[in-house]
């Protein structure tokens, strides 16, 4: 499914020695417009912009005459587990592939598309004026204030803490082959817990990023084939993001992992933005992982900062990751995101 492309993997070491990489997707035809980076979440990979359906997001992108570029950046599944945080994303991932883009294509700027937690690390870079050459952002799902159900913040903090004792990390692959004592109890919890499909790896992303039937998409925005295909597409995720992700949930609005890293403020609505870009905000109205009000709260404050330069969307019946996955994606949200980003600049 999809159109016939050719994949060009660049790596990279980021400054603090961490090996990621860029997909540089090439079409049939030489692209008629300057390099768009898409970004992807937690406990996923670059691959996850291509489900199998007849037209991704990638394609629509390369349709319309895009540089297509895939950031896999330190949280992809692709690399082995390690304790990320949001802030190392944002000071040493991000930059580097703005960076290694414009220098490989030879453009001075670009656009990006940010999904989850891809899009607070990125947003976390524009903020703090580490991408300056980034001109449009079309952000998915949440960006600087993660706003979460009330039964999911509970879970964060009471139920986190413990887990983290238990294990370092989560893997959605437990959800269908756990071994070992902890994979295999929480395995159960999900299956005593979680009866709305079939899908181990579906029910387990459920019970990690919150609480819903199920909690990253919904099932009839779902083929079989994609249904199935997100099985080969979750796996591990660090607490260390989660302590992180807690700290920001209790606060309203990003704040640093305490790492102290340089170049970074402690809290990221401290200061007014050091991007001029302009932003669209695109959340699903029928989100269980983040609130659709998420995207609304930051969209007001960047409003409050560059007046008439900012645009919010809406979208009815579609919930986190459907957005970009959903057998209907191409006809009901692609064209909202496509006219978001080739809007024009103030």
């Known amino acids: 499914m999809g159109s016939a492309t050719t994949d060009e993997i660049i790596p990279f070491t980021t400054e603090d020695g961490r090996v990621c990489n860029l997909i540089h997707v090439l079409g049939k035809h030489s692209p008629s417009r300057g390099p768009v980076l898409l970004v992807h979440g937690a406990g996923v990979r670059a691959n996850i912009f291509r489900p199998p359906v007849e037209t991704t997001f990638v394609d629509a992108l ?21 304790k990320w945080t949001l802030d190392q994303a944002a000071l040493y991932d991000h930059p580097a592939a703005v960076r290694i883009v414009l220098e490989q294509s030879g453009a001075r700027t670009l656009k990006a598309v940010i999904h989850c937690q891809g899009s607070t690390s990125f947003m976390m870079s524009a903020v703090a004026g580490l991408v300056p ?7 998915n799902a949440v960006s600087l204030h993660p706003m979460i159900p009330w039964l999911a913040r509970q879970k964060l903090r009471f139920a986190m803490p413990i887990v983290s004792h238990l294990t370092p990390y989560l893997n959605a692959q437990w959800g269908e082959h756990a071994q070992g004592f902890v994979p295999m109890s929480l395995k159960a919890l999900v299956l005593l817990t979680h009866h709305e499909c079939h899908n181990g790896v579906c029910r387990f992303t459920s019970f990690t990023y919150g609480v819903g039937f199920p909690v990253l998409w919904r099932h009839e925005n779902l083929s079989a084939a994609i249904h199935s295909w997100i099985k080969g597409e979750f796996a591990h995720v660090p607490m260390s993001f989660f302590h992180q992700m807690s700290r920001c949930v209790s606060a309203g609005h990003l704040v640093s992992s305490g790492e102290g890293l340089s170049g970074l403020p402690d809290d990221f609505l401290s200061e007014p933005p050091k991007t001029d870009a302009r932003i669209a905000f695109i959340a699903g109205k ?28 809406v979208l009815n019946n579609y919930g986190h990751l459907d957005v970009f996955i959903g057998q209907k ?14 809007r024009p600049n103030p």
Request: aromatic share 14%.
């Open 133 to 139: 050459q980034v001109t449009t952002i079309v952000t």
């Open 286 to 313: 029928m989100n269980r992982c983040f609130l659709w009000q998420s995207q609304r709260a930051t969209y007001k404050w960047f409003e409050r900062h560059m007046p008439h330069s900012h645009s919010l969307h």
């Open 62 to 82: 390369l349709e319309r005459g895009y540089d297509v570029w895939l950031e896999n950046w330190r949280a992809s599944i692709d690399f082995p587990p390690n």
């Open 329 to 342: 994606a191409a006809r009901d949200t692609f064209p909202v995101l496509l006219s978001a980003l080739e």
